[in-house]
T-cell receptor
Framework: KQEVTQIPAALSVPEGENLVLNCSFTDSAIYNLQWFRQDPGKGLTSLLLIQSSQREQTSGRLNASLDKSSGRSTLYIAASQPGDSATYLCAVSPPNAGGTSYGKLTFGQGTILTVHP | EAGVAQSPRYKIIEKRQSVAFWCNPISGHATLYWYQQILGQGPKLLIQFQNNGVVDDSQLPKDRFSAERLKGVDSTLKIQPAKLEDSAVYLC???????????????FGEGSRLTVL
């Protein structure tokens, strides 16, 4: 059974800092890995998606890497801003058996990020 | 492009009562998911539809939960009778299919928050 762990559970940093969020998973047989952002009382917003054959993806100040063999991913946020404050969730999908499994995500418990001015 | 729509946003009921949640996915998305997110945890998949057929409902508590997706578009999730432990946010997500393959990216609605007293 796939298990996803995120470290740290919470993180508080001053504005402007570069930071790293960690995600580990127990079964390296994955289809893809996604990082999501969740604001309080809101749904999930997809930030980055890394296919199992890829090593990293970048979007603006965000960079996510994937080391499938070691079961790890990191989300790097450059020059953090108060608007980055949210819960960050990583999720993995199982191998694409029959083209229908990719959405069966297993989530970590999230990292609560607070960026203070 | 309109996102995934869910209603109601909030619902408070007493235990043993029934409740229903509605989801309208992004236009053209064939795959629809219902996830349950208990406070402080990552979302957990309840059921997956491909068009109007169930692909996976292995984690759906079928003694009290039911879901349907008529005509392959809108979906409803029903709980009857509700228990205290059903208090959670119920998230609906949909996924596109791209030409040449499947990316596996999921798009989430804002969720329906259920409180069972």
């Amino acid at each position: 059974k796939q298990e996803v762990t995120q470290i740290p559970a919470a993180l508080s940093v001053p504005e402007g800092e570069n930071l790293v969020l960690n995600c580990s998973f127990t079964d390296s047989a994955i289809y893809n890995l996604q990082w999501f952002r969740q604001d309080p009382g809101k749904g999930l917003t997809s930030l980055l998606l890394i296919q199992s054959s890829q090593r990293e993806q970048t979007s603006g100040r965000l960079n996510a890497s994937l080391d499938k063999s070691s079961g790890r991913s990191t989300l790097y946020i450059a020059a953090s801003q108060p608007g980055d404050s949210a819960t960050y969730l990583c999720a993995v999908s199982p191998p694409n058996a029959g083209g229908t499994s990719y959405g069966k995500l297993t989530f970590g418990q999230g990292t609560i990020l607070t960026v203070h001015p | 492009e309109a996102g995934v729509a869910q209603s109601p946003r909030y619902k408070i009921i007493e235990k043993r009562q029934s409740v229903a949640f509605w989801c309208n996915p992004i236009s053209g998305h064939a795959t629809l998911y219902w996830y349950q997110q208990i406070l402080g945890q990552g979302p957990k998949l309840l059921i997956q539809f491909q068009n109007n057929g169930v692909v996976d409902d292995s984690q759906l508590p079928k003694d009290r939960f039911s879901a349907e997706r008529l005509k392959g578009v809108d979906s409803t999730l029903k709980i009857q009778p509700a228990k205290l432990e059903d208090s959670a946010v119920y998230l609906c997500a949909s996924s596109p299919r791209t030409s040449g393959g499947v990316t596996g990216e999921l798009f989430f609605g804002e969720g329906s928050r259920l409180t069972v007293l």
